[in-house]
């Protein structure tokens, strides 16, 4: 349902932050996005709804060709791509129900959301939303009042209140403590798997990956060094990603691939590239 092609963005200041990247992403499909700072990811992420605009290459969402879309059609297509942030971007000062609802802002008319008028059936999915992610006793407070894990649930909430297809989620969990962490995971999976919602995740945190998105792809430099299952992220992947520590807590052993998924190493995309300093003492 995504197709990225060939994408390569130059910022006008600097090296090229993604290289020829390509990744298809199926329907219901969630992947995880990790890699060093300054691997890429950020950037990925939003060219795929043209937040930043892609130096060449192409992004396919379904039949259209996201990169050749202006205007009200752009408008139209992000509709389709549900975005959540690290920093939950809440409007304070508004309650939790408004905040959801602000989600179908892109459906409404200019003078019904001017004057905050949504229709029924927008607020009833709004209070079905909010039951789903456990906050609908906080339904009339303030975005202000709650806590980090809270304003979570109401950016997640606000993204599916939009009814995309495809979500991309930007660190979810980077503001959070671990077991929050966990639980907000554990939700955003479920979600997409309950709405067959296909998904992004960069995350820094490759324990909780490797717990919750069976897909990993690895950026470095602006590379996918990486796309496979997440047993499949042995400490010699590891290194290919991050470069060289000791990846004994976090890295698959070979026991438990065999054992879990039979394979999957092996059907896993580890992509020759000049990283890590074991190539470069060859050079
Ligand atoms: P990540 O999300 O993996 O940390 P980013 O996509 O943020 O990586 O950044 C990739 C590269 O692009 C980095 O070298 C970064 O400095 C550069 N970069 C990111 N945003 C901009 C920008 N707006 N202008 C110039 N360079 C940028």
Not at 197 to 222: E, K, M, T, W
Request: hydrophobic content about 40%; overall charge neutral; some cysteine.
């Amino acid at each position: 349902m995504l197709r990225i092609e060939a994408l390569t963005k130059r910022y006008k200041t600097g090296d090229a932050a993604l290289r020829s990247v390509s990744l298809s992403v199926g329907p219901g499909e969630i992947i995880g996005l990790i890699g060093p700072s300054g691997a890429g990811k950020s950037t990925l992420i939003r060219c795929v709804n043209r937040l930043v605009e892609p130096t060449s290459g192409k992004v396919w969402l379904g039949e259209i060709d996201v990169t050749a879309t202006r205007g009200s059609a752009l408008r139209q297509l992000r509709r389709r791509i549900g975005m959540i942030f690290q920093e939950f971007a809440l409007v304070e000062r508004l309650t939790v129900m408004e905040n959801v609802l602000s989600g179908r802002l892109g459906y409404t008319g200019f003078w019904a959301s001017w004057f905050r008028r949504f229709k029924q059936a927008d607020i009833e999915d709004a209070i079905a939303l909010l039951e789903r992610v456990g906050l609908i006793d906080h339904i009339d407070k303030r975005a202000d009042a709650l806590s980090g894990g809270q304003r979570q649930r109401v950016g997640i909430a606000r993204a599916l209140a939009q009814k995309p297809e495809l979500l991309l989620i930007d660190e979810p969990t980077a503001s959070l403590d671990p077991k929050t962490s966990r639980s907000v995971m554990r939700l955003l999976t479920e979600l997409c798997s309950e709405h067959r919602l296909a998904a992004i995740v960069n995350i820094h945190d490759v324990g909780l990956a490797q717990q919750f998105l069976p897909r990993i792809v690895g950026l470095n430099g602006g590379r996918i060094v990486y796309d496979g299952p997440a047993s499949g992220l042995t400490a010699e992947v590891l290194t290919t990603i991050y470069g060289e520590e000791d990846w004994t807590a976090n890295a698959a052993s070979h026991a438990d691939e065999e054992a879990t998924d039979e394979g999957a190493a092996s059907s896993a995309r580890l992509l020759e590239v000049s990283v890590g300093p074991k190539v470069e003492a060859a050079q």
